[in-house]
DNA sequence: CTCTTGACTGAGG
DNA sequence: GCCTCAGCCAAGA
Protein backbone atom coordinates (compact mmCIF):
# COMPACT_ATOMS: atom_id res chain seq x y z
CA UNK A 1 0.00 0.00 0.00
CA UNK A 2 3.06 2.79 0.72
CA UNK A 3 5.39 1.86 -2.09
CA UNK A 4 2.65 1.45 -4.65
CA UNK A 5 5.69 0.17 -6.89
CA UNK A 6 3.22 -1.16 -9.68
CA UNK A 7 0.08 0.21 -11.02
CA UNK A 8 -1.28 -4.14 -10.61
CA UNK A 9 -0.20 -3.73 -6.70
CA UNK A 10 -2.22 -0.66 -6.20
CA UNK A 11 -5.50 -2.63 -7.90
CA UNK A 12 -5.25 -5.04 -6.19
CA UNK A 13 -4.82 -3.84 -2.70
CA UNK A 14 -7.88 -1.24 -3.63
CA UNK A 15 -10.04 -4.76 -4.68
CA UNK A 16 -8.99 -6.18 -0.86
CA UNK A 17 -10.55 -3.37 0.46
CA UNK A 18 -14.33 -3.90 -0.89
CA UNK A 19 -16.42 -5.08 1.53
CA UNK A 20 -18.47 -7.66 1.62
CA UNK A 21 -21.01 -7.71 -0.33
CA UNK A 22 -19.91 -4.50 -2.38
CA UNK A 23 -18.82 -4.30 -5.98
CA UNK A 24 -17.24 -1.79 -7.70
CA UNK A 25 -16.14 -1.08 -11.02
CA UNK A 26 -12.93 -1.13 -13.13
CA UNK A 27 -12.94 2.87 -13.67
CA UNK A 28 -13.51 3.81 -10.13
CA UNK A 29 -10.93 2.03 -9.10
CA UNK A 30 -8.26 3.21 -11.93
CA UNK A 31 -10.07 6.77 -10.90
CA UNK A 32 -8.94 6.21 -7.08
CA UNK A 33 -5.17 5.79 -8.53
CA UNK A 34 -5.08 8.38 -10.69
CA UNK A 35 -5.38 6.52 -13.49
CA UNK A 36 -9.10 7.73 -14.90
CA UNK A 37 -8.31 6.23 -18.37
CA UNK A 38 -6.64 3.41 -17.31
CA UNK A 39 -9.68 1.46 -16.91
CA UNK A 40 -8.17 -1.43 -19.22
CA UNK A 41 -5.13 -2.17 -16.72
CA UNK A 42 -7.06 -2.31 -13.92
CA UNK A 43 -8.76 -5.27 -15.95
CA UNK A 44 -5.28 -6.53 -16.98
CA UNK A 45 -4.10 -6.17 -13.66
CA UNK A 46 -7.23 -8.43 -12.35
CA UNK A 47 -6.09 -11.01 -15.14
CA UNK A 48 -2.13 -11.04 -13.66
CA UNK A 49 -3.91 -11.45 -10.26
CA UNK A 50 -5.39 -14.82 -10.74
CA UNK A 51 -4.25 -16.95 -8.16
CA UNK A 52 -3.82 -14.28 -5.84
CA UNK A 53 -6.28 -12.86 -3.20
CA UNK A 54 -8.42 -10.87 -4.93
CA UNK A 55 -11.69 -11.17 -5.12
CA UNK A 56 -11.88 -9.55 -8.45
CA UNK A 57 -15.58 -11.19 -8.91
CA UNK A 58 -16.33 -8.08 -6.98
CA UNK A 59 -14.93 -5.81 -10.23
CA UNK A 60 -17.06 -5.60 -12.74
CA UNK A 61 -17.70 -2.70 -15.68
CA UNK A 62 -19.44 0.59 -14.87
CA UNK A 63 -22.62 -1.27 -15.98
CA UNK A 64 -22.58 -3.71 -13.38
CA UNK A 65 -22.32 -6.73 -15.91
CA UNK A 66 -19.87 -9.25 -15.15
CA UNK A 67 -17.94 -9.02 -18.16
CA UNK A 68 -14.96 -10.90 -16.38
CA UNK A 69 -16.98 -14.10 -15.65
CA UNK A 70 -15.43 -15.57 -18.77
CA UNK A 71 -12.34 -15.49 -16.91
CA UNK A 72 -13.18 -17.89 -13.99
CA UNK A 73 -13.36 -21.68 -13.97
CA UNK A 74 -16.78 -22.23 -14.43
CA UNK A 75 -19.64 -20.03 -16.92
CA UNK A 76 -21.14 -19.31 -13.54
CA UNK A 77 -18.55 -19.33 -10.64
CA UNK A 78 -18.28 -15.24 -10.89
CA UNK A 79 -22.23 -15.18 -10.14
CA UNK A 80 -22.10 -17.74 -7.45
CA UNK A 81 -19.56 -15.85 -5.42
CA UNK A 82 -21.35 -12.49 -5.51
CA UNK A 83 -24.82 -14.52 -4.94
CA UNK A 84 -22.80 -16.11 -2.17
CA UNK A 85 -22.54 -12.22 -0.87
CA UNK A 86 -26.49 -11.17 -0.91
CA UNK A 87 -25.55 -9.56 -4.63
CA UNK A 88 -28.53 -10.57 -7.20
CA UNK A 89 -27.45 -11.52 -10.68
CA UNK A 90 -29.26 -11.83 -13.42
CA UNK A 91 -27.96 -12.37 -16.89
CA UNK A 92 -24.83 -11.77 -15.89
CA UNK A 93 -25.85 -8.16 -14.23
CA UNK A 94 -25.83 -6.90 -10.97
CA UNK A 95 -29.33 -6.45 -10.11
CA UNK A 96 -29.37 -2.56 -7.53
CA UNK A 97 -26.03 -2.23 -8.46
CA UNK A 98 -26.22 1.52 -7.55
CA UNK A 99 -27.11 0.48 -4.30
CA UNK A 100 -24.14 -2.08 -3.40
CA UNK A 101 -21.44 -0.34 -5.49
CA UNK A 102 -18.48 0.58 -3.37
CA UNK A 103 -16.75 3.48 -4.32
CA UNK A 104 -13.24 3.83 -3.22
CA UNK A 105 -13.19 7.60 -3.97
CA UNK A 106 -16.08 8.23 -1.27
CA UNK A 107 -15.35 5.34 1.33
CA UNK A 108 -11.63 5.94 1.36
CA UNK A 109 -11.01 9.40 0.96
C1' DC B 1 10.27 -1.73 -33.30
C1' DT B 2 5.26 -2.42 -35.04
C1' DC B 3 0.71 -4.52 -34.72
C1' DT B 4 -2.98 -6.79 -32.27
C1' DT B 5 -5.69 -7.82 -28.34
C1' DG B 6 -8.12 -6.76 -24.15
C1' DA B 7 -11.85 -8.24 -17.13
C1' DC B 8 -13.15 -0.37 -19.96
C1' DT B 9 -15.20 4.26 -20.42
C1' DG B 10 -17.17 8.49 -22.18
C1' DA B 11 -19.09 11.01 -25.88
C1' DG B 12 -21.99 11.35 -29.95
C1' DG B 13 -25.88 9.87 -32.95
C1' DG C 1 -32.16 3.30 -23.65
C1' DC C 2 -29.06 1.27 -27.64
C1' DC C 3 -24.96 1.18 -30.97
C1' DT C 4 -20.60 2.94 -32.71
C1' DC C 5 -16.22 5.26 -32.42
C1' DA C 6 -12.04 6.80 -30.26
C1' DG C 7 -8.76 7.03 -26.40
C1' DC C 8 -6.44 4.71 -23.08
C1' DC C 9 -1.90 1.68 -21.85
C1' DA C 10 0.39 -2.89 -21.01
C1' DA C 11 1.83 -7.39 -22.73
C1' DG C 12 2.68 -10.82 -26.28
C1' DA C 13 3.75 -12.23 -31.16
Redesign the pocket.
Known sequence: MEDSK???DKVYEVARLIPFGRVT????I??YLG????????????????GKE?P??R?????G????????EGTNL?QQLLESEGIVVIENQIQDFETIFWDPMKELS
Not at 25 to 28: F, L, M, N, T
Not at 38 to 47: D, E, K, L, P, T
Not at 65 to 72: A, D, N, P
Open positions: NFFSYGAAKAARSARMVGWAMNNSSVAHVVNRKILTGKHHFM
